[in-house]
């Protein structure tokens, strides 16, 4: 995974979402049309990517690291949470703003641009990796997540919780549970007959590109757009986020035995942009996060530079 190599994918990635940027400004995709692309990724793309790469595509060849990579991600996600700690109290002073950026910290976009770019970088028999990494995302966010949101909520509201099940019932999407019925699936060595592997892969083929035009739309929706990249704080958090926090977990998983391309993919994973969930979340809650929706843009697009930069870092750190 050199520089020239990853600058050269991102460029292809930044086209495509150039194209979801001009379709929204020429009026070709509404706002409801994002809306409808969005479900449609969420609930039938990305699981089928999801789904074929885990089954689909290894069928009578497990990856080599399929055991490993479950505790590689549990401690790439620790790292992400200790350093998200640390790093927030450079950014803001007020509690609840500190809390927020912890939670932009861990919880990285791996499902509309992780995908994606892993695809481009490592090859699609890599998203089966990055399936486990969402399954755990997704087990934290629901948990770790949901604890950072309840303590940003006043005092008076926290007292009108509802039940254990309306806690824990976001985590029962179409991502956990393709997720789940692909490791089923892969540890039973099971065979998926043709007629329905051949959709599933079909289906989840549209979730790189479609994925990259969201993200185009969602820019080309943001009408204070200069302003983002007016705001010194971004930059900050820019720096630490998709360079720092990424070369921390390279440094702590050089000492851990695995394959070169499960270490590069897990860099990948913590230089990715701020995920959206963090944002749907707080709105849910009518917690306003200027900070949140800025972050998701800023970093989305400055990605493109990021992750060629956070390359040549990896190549620098591991020749040390």
Not at 91 to 105: A, T
Not at 190 to 195: F, G, L, T
């Amino acid at each position: 995974m050199s520089p020239l190599h990853t600058l050269e994918q991102m460029v292809v990635v930044l086209m495509i979402i150039a194209v979801g940027f001009a379709a929204y400004r020429l009026k070709m995709i509404s706002d409801s049309g994002l809306k409808t692309l969005s479900r449609l990724t969420a609930d039938v793309f990305n699981p089928a990517i999801i789904f074929s790469s885990m089954v689909i595509h290894t069928e009578g060849k497990r990856p080599e690291f399929s055991r490993g990579i479950f505790a590689v991600a549990a401690l790439v996600f620790l790292v992400a949470i200790l350093t998200g700690w640390l790093f927030a109290r450079f950014l803001s002073k007020d509690r609840v703003r500190r809390l927020i950026y912890q939670m932009m910290f861990i919880f990285s976009n791996l499902g509309f641009i992780g995908i994606p770019v892993v695809t481009s970088l490592l090859g699609a028999e890599y998203v089966f990796y990055v399936a486990i990494y969402i399954f755990e995302y997704n087990v934290l966010f629901y948990t770790l997540g949901i604890y950072y949101l309840d303590q940003m909520e006043p005092s008076e509201r926290k007292a009108e919780k509802g039940s254990l099940w309306k806690k824990i019932r976001p985590m029962i999407n179409m991502g956990t549970i393709a997720c789940l019925a692909a490791l089923i699936v892969f540890v039973c060595g099971a065979r998926v007959p043709n007629v329905i592997a051949s959709p599933i892969s079909y289906l989840g083929d549209a979730a790189v590109p479609v994925s990259l035009i969201i993200i185009g739309v969602s820019v080309g929706r943001e009408k204070n757009l200069l302003s983002i990249f007016k705001d010194r704080r971004m930059y900050l958090f820019m720096l630490l986020k998709m360079i720092v926090l990424p070369a921390i977990c390279v440094i702590v998983l050089r000492f851990v035995p695995m394959p070169e391309k499960v270490r590069q993919l897990s860099m990948i994973m913590m230089a990715m942009p701020v995920g959206t969930m963090p944002l749907v979340m707080l709105s849910e809650r009518g917690i306003r996060s200027e900070e949140c929706s800025n972050g998701i843009i800023f970093t989305s697009v400055v990605s493109i530079v990021t992750l060629p930069v956070m390359a040549a870092v990896y190549q620098l750190i591991m020749s040390i």
